[in-house]
């Protein structure tokens, strides 16, 4: 199985159609995104959304956001989903090796992602590609 990963360059029904398919996958309480959000994500300088297609078919993504603080430039890896009939077959790996080398040529100071503990394959994946657990408390504040 060859998984092939590549920055999303435009926004179409097939795509569209694919959110509608893996956002359930990784969100109960989370609709799918509209081709109008995709296309923001899609245009901004400071995202990359990468898909994921085996034979073809988009059965995964990825989205790395940048931003810059007073620290220096910082990568974070948001809504990693593979579709579950391609789980296993290294398409979550391609596509955060994909990530984590454009957050290197960019010249970000490093990547953060959080997973739920309940998600076991996703976290050993994480760990054997060299991400490691960071202390801190993370805060969430519901708008």
């Known amino acids: 199985m060859t998984v092939d990963v590549r920055p999303?360059?435009?926004?179409?029904?097939?795509?569209?159609?694919?959110?509608?398919?893996?956002?359930?996958?990784?969100?109960s309480s989370s609709p799918p995104p509209t081709g109008d959000e995709l296309a923001a994500i899609v245009g901004s300088p400071d995202c990359v959304l990468y898909v994921a297609r085996v034979d073809g078919r988009?059965?995964?993504?990825?989205?790395?956001?940048?931003?810059?603080?007073?620290?220096?430039?910082?990568?974070?890896?948001?809504?990693v989903v593979v579709d579950e009939s391609a789980r296993g077959h290294g398409v979550g790996e391609a596509l955060n090796l994909a990530a984590i080398d454009e957050a290197r040529r960019r010249g970000a100071k490093n990547v953060s992602l959080t997973?739920?503990?309940?998600?076991?394959?996703?976290?050993?994946?994480?760990?054997?590609?060299?991400?490691?657990?960071?202390?801190?408390?993370?805060?969430?504040?519901?708008?």
Request: aromatic share 12%; hydrophobic share 40%; net charge neutral.
């Open 58 to 79: 988009l059965v995964g993504s990825l989205t790395l956001a940048f931003y810059r603080i007073p620290t220096g430039l910082k990568a974070w890896i948001e809504d």
């Open 8 to 27: 999303a360059e435009r926004v179409d029904d097939e795509l569209v159609s694919a959110f509608a398919q893996l956002i359930p996958q990784l969100s």
């Open 115 to 143: 997973s739920r503990s309940s998600r076991e394959a996703a976290n050993r994946l994480y760990q054997r590609l060299g991400f490691k657990p960071y202390d801190t408390n993370l805060y969430r504040f519901d708008l």
